[in-house]
């Protein structure tokens, strides 16, 4: 990397300018935990995204677990893809489910919904739909598989805030679509809290049990429980940087889609497939991520980009394959997906000028250095 030129981080959050007022306000106010406003943050991201109810919780993790926990019963049976981050199956296996992995689309790489149905046995009770790096799933069809077998669908929107899918009579933002829909607000993702994470659902009596398995599950007689519940109430702390987040969302949101643009026209002959979305939905723009070409050494790609000062990521291993879970199942795309897969640094603060020196690199390392 050139002295001077700064790094290129993977991902970074973007401030509004009004995160300290807000989160002044929550000091002055002397109420620290659950709080106005983590309703008045609950409220906001409903409307946004469309949702009758938003429940806020402490982590994208925690948020997948108490969506789960209110539909899923040990020994139940539940699809997930085999490419995703790690929580989405640690979250059913914290119900006592039994992980059930699918194959991905190779286009999207999000669930194959021909293979959900195929995998679908009278045990299983559940889909997660995974909108990889802001891509939809096929919500059309995962819906109509649910539909025909009564499954219960909770998507994990924990990279897509911004994205939409369901086709023209249907167009909706994901999370939306499903029972449920878990979103993240860790450091990196579009809108931040530092860690924190949001269930929506148009479902008034799964709201009621989620609010519930929230705090404890504590009765209106206090301190009587009726059930084993958790404690993953947010933070009004966490709340206020939420809120003033909300105030710039739309703007990352276009700032992304510019991001995305440029690297759209910059990869433009490069041996470097990026996934895409189904024709209609809409790209949450959370990465920009691609396939590199049969035979090109990533790792050596990786060194050389990381010399440069440019950070990027992996695509998630097949989950099925690790240690805790060590099943033999092979899935014929998801397999390639990770040893070829790249990730590239995408954030609302990238400029033009960064997307040039990203993908110059990769040109300068594809076409002379490997």
């Avoid at 429980?225 to 710039?248: P, S, W």
Wanted: proline share 4%; glycine share 8%.
């Amino acid at each position: 990397m050139t002295a001077t030129r700064t790094a290129i981080r993977a991902g970074q959050p973007s401030w509004s300018g009004r995160e300290l007022e807000f989160v002044e306000r929550v000091i002055q106010s002397g109420w620290l935990t659950q709080g106005v406003m983590v309703q008045q943050f609950e409220e906001e991201f409903a409307a946004w995204v469309g949702a009758a109810h938003a429940v806020a919780t402490t982590s994208g993790t925690t948020a997948l677990h108490l969506a789960m926990a209110a539909v899923i019963r040990p020994g139940d049976e539940v699809i997930v893809p085999a490419v995703t981050f790690v929580a989405t199956a640690n979250a059913a296996r914290y119900c006592g489910a039994r992980l059930v992995f699918a194959d991905i689309d190779p286009v999207t790489w999000t669930l194959d919904p021909a293979d959900v149905e195929d995998r679908i046995t009278p045990k299983t009770q559940a889909i997660i739909p995974v909108h990889l790096y802001g891509v939809p799933a096929d919500m059309v069809e995962i819906k109509k598989i649910a539909l025909m077998y009564n499954l219960h669908v909770v998507e994990d929107c924990a990279e897509a805030i911004g994205a939409k899918a369901g086709r023209e009579w249907d167009f909706r933002h994901v999370g939306t679509l499903g029972d449920a829909g878990v979103f993240s607000f860790f450091a990196n993702k579009t809108i931040t809290t530092g860690e924190g994470g949001m269930i929506v659902t148009n479902n008034a009596a799964l709201a009621k049990e989620l609010r519930h398995l929230r705090g404890q599950a504590m009765t209106e007689r206090r301190y009587w429980h009726d059930k084993v519940g958790f404690n993953y109430r947010m933070t009004e702390m966490q709340a206020a940087l939420g809120c003033a987040q909300m105030t710039i969302v739309d703007d990352v949101l276009a700032r992304r889609r510019k991001v995305v643009g440029w690297y759209k026209r910059e990869l433009e002959g490069l041996d470097f497939t990026l996934q895409r979305t189904h024709a209609g939905d809409r790209h949450g723009c959370w990465a920009v991520a691609g396939l590199l070409g049969e035979g090109i050494p990533k790792e050596r790609l990786v060194a050389h980009m990381t010399e440069r000062g440019i950070e990027t990521r992996p695509v998630f291993p097949v989950i099925a394959h690790m240690p805790m879970y060590r099943r033999t199942d092979v899935f014929d795309y998801a397999e390639g997906m990770a040893w070829r897969g790249l990730v590239l640094p995408t954030h609302g603060e990238m400029t033009e000028e960064d997307v040039r020196y990203v993908v110059g690199s990769m040109r300068e390392f594809l076409e002379v250095g490997s």
